[in-house]
């Protein structure tokens, strides 16, 4: 059982610290630095990343889109008429032909259930950046997890791990979503941790293996050890947090991935959700619109909104790629 | 008292070469071939040799970095003898108490990601030992005692923002604070600046005679060596071949490949004329060599005698001067 | 007193960086005679690798000259256009570099790589005069013909660092700029390595500028040598000269940093203290704050590089022994 001290024994050479030093250290307790140090690193990353013209673009993409998702409500709320404006069950009753082009009172006009085209659109960006979020976290922390483990401990882990990897990469992804979903409904929750899981043992937890064995052989790797810190110490306070930059970028790109791949199972009608932009691609479909010119409101707004949400998460993957690679060279 | 803290008994270290895919050939890097040496509580050894010597792997067996093939490494241990080349878990553990180690590369050896308080509380922090306030009061004392002051001004920079001289005397504030009574240094201001080299010679020195630290210096300079340590083990291909007191070995070597070495350090004064080194070929990787001398193809004074008998014994000549040579 | 070879004339340089301007090299005046043998040392960051390269004009990007001359042979590098400064570079001055082990192209034998650094600036040479061109420079250098046509990766660390100078010497270049040949290397390659040299620099008379960190092997390979400190040179004199009469604080300091393993050992002396910013680097005499005799000229004004007797130049207000 490990033995905690409580009290450090008496120092072999007492050092006085003056007075005015042991107030100073006093005034700086330790989460209160830490949480400026934080701040710091964070302000300073900001400064980085901003000057990526690239990286900006998609930033401001990505702002365009959250400000719609919150704008929804509020407009449900106070500005529009439930009836008329709610995504899935409302009506437009004004307009005589369904589909209905844009007007004013529907910029976007309405789909082939007199629903209006714009509010779905925002509706739906809720879910997406909902799906994204949550399927790039799981993949990350599972691919971050693996990949360190795996780097660590090398050996028969480090097989198992990356046959595994091997043999999720093989399978064609969108394939094996379509076949899952065959099986059993899924929605959105379930469909990001589906994706989760999937991308988190394969592709990612190889990279950052990579990554993580370049770590592995540091010096303070081999200080850590010198000081009794165990495996696991070793690989949560050092190999992780040395590994969050990259983790972090491949959270954009997995980001991407979801957003895509739900837009293409939707298009299918294979998930048990109740809106999204590949659904309103799919109920034109069904309805026999989608290669009619004419009714491009159906599928322009949806299908523009996935590419450019998917390609923002990218630009800034980019943009991150050029700030996190040389700083993990940096001395 | 001078009593005797480290003991190393036939230690070796062997590593494995691998080729090809699965197939292990009977192929061994004999990087540490039975090596003995005792250190007495309070001295200082160094340990000299060129690059593929050994000196490095010996350094990390005596940290337990590595564990050796074969022999025993004896600690005294809060009164009692302790090999810990076998030690396991909880009892490894508590070994580290007593051992620490200071890195070569003062860039590499910290976490880029931790402030030096991180860095210098971690062994605290390891080993159970203290709350919080008392390891950031004993983290700033210790910032203090290696000339990083005012502490609080260091306590939470980033090695980023430290020169090379600041990292390595953070390196050496953590290597001490859980009050070692054994250090291995290794070679740890081979990549410092000469101005800055002096002061972290002087601290290191200054810290082992007021904290009553035991050191084992690890360097290919001689010149560094000779300051740094009373005793001095000049090692070639995994063997100690010369061993005594630093002074006597400087001025009377007797291994021809200490005294090769001795002539080729380039000396600091124009004036100087020195030797040409009595030595021929280039060092060579000791993968399973033959069991005569190891120096035996590089020695000028070699006979048939060397050729015929193994690997000479280290033997005391006389005054603590060991030296493993038949030709002495 | 034979003709100089090289003279450098109040030569500045800076590196542009995010942060602002580097002062690397600042007012530098150097002149070099031929057949001479010149050490420059000093710390990281003290210029000296950034003076060379401005000799050999390999100056990255965000470098710029910001004023005076340096004349080879009589021509001025500073304004050369890149097409102009190749026929020096490689032909009549060389370099060798830190690490040079990275200056050998892995997938090509070594021969064919001194043979094409020879077609270069000679044009079109005979192979087979090449190859035994190529044969007797690796004898001069210390290696054995026989690994002529060996790959890079085979050779060990001295052998690389041979064959490095003889690429150097390929092109009978009369000025060759060793840049920290030997640090990587162990103590007995180093040595027989320094040897070569300075055989090489007798028998063939090639003018020769040593850089190193280390005072200990420039005082063997140099007749003269110069301190540099934060982008200045701030003395220059024959090597017993350096040694046994520095002039300046900074160059007695460094002396007596040296641990020898000959002679009685003394007390070494520590200099207190960073080398500066060069971004923002001290006012007046670059060395003021780590100086202990500094004064309050020190401070305010750099004192002028001058010299103090047959040859020996130092820029002081407050230099040693008067």
């Known amino acids: ?331 | 008292m001078s009593e005797t803290l480290v003991r190393v008994e036939n230690l070796c270290k062997y590593f494995p070469l691998t080729r090809g895919l699965f197939r292990r050939v009977n192929l061994f890097v004999y990087a540490v071939d039975n090596v003995n040496f005792t250190i007495k509580r309070g001295e200082s050894l160094g340990l000299v040799g060129e690059s593929g010597s050994g000196k490095t792997t010996t350094g990390k067996l005596l940290v337990r970095l590595l564990e050796p093939t074969s022999g025993r490494i004896l600690m005294n241990m809060d009164g009692e003898e302790v090999d810990i080349s076998t030690l396991k878990g909880e009892r490894l553990k508590r070994f580290r108490r007593h051992v620490q180690m200071i890195f070569q590369d003062p860039y590499e050896s910290l976490n880029p990601r931790f402030t030096v308080f991180d860095t210098v509380a971690e062994p605290l922090v390891v080993q159970g030992i203290g709350d919080v306030l008392e390891r950031e009061e004993r983290v700033a004392q210790m910032l203090a005692l290696v000339g990083l002051t005012p502490p609080s001004s260091f306590l939470f920079r980033f090695p980023h923002e430290l020169s090379g001289g600041q990292r390595q005397r953070v390196a050496i504030a953590r290597a001490l604070i859980i009050e070692p009574s054994f250090v291995v240094a290794d070679e740890p201001t081979s990549m410092l600046d000469v101005s800055i080299r002096t002061g972290i010679m002087y601290l290191m020195l200054d810290l082992a005679e007021r904290l009553g630290v035991t050191y084992l210096y690890i360097t290919h300079d001689l010149a560094v060596a000779r300051y740094m340590s009373s005793r001095l083990a000049v090692i070639y291909l995994g063997k100690i071949v010369e061993m005594g007191e630093t002074e006597e070995l400087l001025q009377r070597p007797l291994h021809p490949y200490t005294r090769a070495l001795i002539s080729a350090v380039p000396i600091p004064d124009p004036r100087y004329k020195r030797p040409i080194p009595e030595i021929k070929g280039a060092i060579s990787e000791p993968i399973n060599p033959p069991p005569t001398c190891r120096f035996l193809d590089r020695c000028l004074r070699a006979t048939k005698i060397c050729e015929d008998s193994p690997h000479p014994p280290l033997e005391d000549k006389g005054g603590g001067h060991y030296v493993a040579c038949y030709m002495v | 007193m034979a003709e100089s070879i090289l003279r450098i004339e109040n030569f500045t340089m800076h590196y542009i960086t995010k942060a602002g301007e580097v002062s690397a090299v600042d007012n530098v005046d150097l002149e070099i005679r031929k057949g001479e043998s010149l050490g420059l040392v000093g710390e990281s960051g003290c210029g000296k690798t950034s003076l060379a390269i401005s000799i050999m004009k390999l100056l990255p990007e965000n470098a710029v000259i910001k004023g005076g001359h340096i004349y080879f042979d009589g021509t001025d590098l500073v304004p050369l256009s890149e097409d102009e400064m190749r026929r020096f570079r490689w032909r009549r001055i060389s370099m060798i570099f830190q690490a040079a082990m990275n200056s050998l192209n892995p997938v090509y034998k070594v021969s064919d790589q001194i043979i094409e650094a020879m077609e270069t600036h000679f044009g079109n040479i005979d192979y087979s005069e090449a190859r035994e061109k190529v044969a007797n420079l690796f004898r001069l250098v210390g290696l054995d013909p026989k690994f002529m046509d060996q790959y890079p990766h085979e050779y060990s660390g001295g052998m690389r660092q041979r064959a490095v100078i003889a690429m150097a010497l390929a092109c009978e270049p009369d000025l060759i700029i060793a840049d920290e040949p030997t640090t990587a290397l162990d103590v007995i390659v180093q040595d027989n390595i320094l040897r070569e040299l300075k055989a090489l620099q007798e028998k063939l008379g090639t003018t020769m500028i040593y850089i190193s960190h280390d005072i200990a092997v420039i005082a063997e390979v140099s007749h003269r040598i110069g301190i540099m400190y934060a982008g200045k040179l701030v003395e220059l004199a024959s090597s017993e000269e350096i040694f046994h009469h520095p002039i300046h604080p900074y160059t007695a300091g460094l002396m007596s940093a040296f641990p020898s393993i000959v002679g009685p050992k003394r007390e070494l002396a520590t200099i207190p203290g960073e080398p500066p910013d060069l971004l923002n680097p001290p006012s007046g005499c670059r060395f003021h704050p780590r100086c202990q005799y500094a004064t309050k000229i020190c401070r305010e004004e750099e004192p002028e590089f001058k010299d103090y007797g047959s040859g020996h130049m130092a820029s002081c207000w407050n230099p040693l022994g008067g």
């Not at chain 1, 690239?54 to 959250?66: P, Q, S």
């Not at chain 1, 007007?103 to 509706?123: A, F, I, K, N, W």
């Not at chain 1, 090398?154 to 595994?164: K, P, S, V």
Request: hydrophobic share 50%; net charge positive; charged share 15%.
């Open chain 1, 1 to 331: 059982m490990e033995e905690k001290t409580k009290v450090i024994t008496k120092p072999k050479v007492e050092v006085i610290l003056e007075e005015e030093e042991r107030k100073r250290l006093k005034a700086m307790p330790l989460w209160r630095v830490r949480l400026y140090l934080a701040w710091r690193e964070i302000y300073n990353n900001w400064r980085l990343f901003s000057e990526n013209k690239i990286g900006l673009v998609g930033l401001g993409i990505i702002v365009f889109y959250a400000i719609m998702a919150i704008a929804h409500p509020i407009l449900m709320k106070w500005v529009w008429d439930p009836n008329i404006y709610d995504p899935i069950i409302g009506y437009s009753y004004d307009e005589v032909l369904q589909p209905a082009p844009p007007s004013l009172r529907h910029p976007l006009g309405t789909d082939p259930l007199g629903r209006d085209v714009l509010s779905q659109l925002m509706y739906s960006t809720r879910s997406e950046f909902a799906l994204g979020i949550l399927a790039a976290i799981i993949t990350v922390t599972i691919g971050t997890t693996i990949g360190a483990v795996a780097a660590y401990f090398g050996g028969i882990i480090d097989t198992l791990l990356m046959r595994l990897a091997d043999l999720i990469i093989m399978l064609p992804f969108v394939t094996i979503l379509i076949v899952l979903s065959a099986l059993f409904k899924m929605n959105l929750i379930i469909l990001a941790i589906v994706i989760g899981i999937l991308s988190g043992f394969g592709g990612t937890g190889i990279v950052i293996k990579a990554q993580a064995l370049t770590i592995k052989v540091r010096a303070y790797i081999e200080a850590a050890k010198v000081s009794g810190g165990s495996n696991w110490h070793i690989i949560f306070r050092h190999i992780i947090p040395n590994l969050m930059p990259l983790s972090f970028l491949y959270m954009m790109f997995s980001v991407t991935s979801a957003i895509f791949s739900e837009a293409v199972l939707s298009f299918f009608g294979l998930l048990n959700i109740r809106m999204s932009w590949g659904l309103m691609i799919h109920t034109a479909q069904t309805a026999g619109y989608l290669l009619n010119p004419r009714t491009w409101w159906l599928i322009v707004p949806a299908g523009l909104s996935i590419t450019l949400l998917c390609s923002a998460f990218y630009l800034v993957g980019r943009a991150l790629d050029e700030i996190v690679n040389p700083r993990l060279r940096k001395r």
